[in-house]
């Protein structure tokens, strides 16, 4: 079997796997709801705004208010990455407020299925 089949064949399992355990957790019904604006400064780099507000309760109760602010690198047409800090207020079990801040990172890798399981070579 070629390298190509089996990395096929790993990639195929690892969603099977995933899938096969993924279930809802909640009764109720809930809403998020999100505004994303991007600003290209030049062909490479991006500003990133994005503000979402999430409501719990079948939509009658306040969950979480979150502000993102981010900058975006796009290497070529396949690899980006981006920085980010996240501030969320949220509302717990506990009748109390709270608020969070967060630093994240994450690497985007764009490939065209067709390319990746159809390598004739």
Known sequence: ???TNKIK???ISVFVIYFQ??????????T????????????????????DIRLQN????????????GVQYKFNKHLRIR???RYTYSYDIEDLFENE???YGDIK?????????LHTG
Do not use: A, C
Request: no cysteine.
């Open 9 to 11: 064949i790993v990639i």
């Open 58 to 69: 079948n939509p009658s109760l306040f969950k979480d208010y979150i502000t993102v602010f």
């Open 1 to 3: 079997m070629s390298n």
């Open 109 to 117: 890798l764009k490939q065209k299925l067709k390319d990746l399981f």
């Open 32 to 51: 998020w709801s999100e505004l994303t604006f991007e600003k290209k400064l030049n062909k490479k780099v991006s500003l990133i705004f994005q503000q």
């Open 21 to 30: 355990n993924s279930f809802g957790q909640y009764q109720d019904f809930h």
């Open 83 to 85: 920085g980010s800090y």
């Open 101 to 103: 801040h967060r630093y």
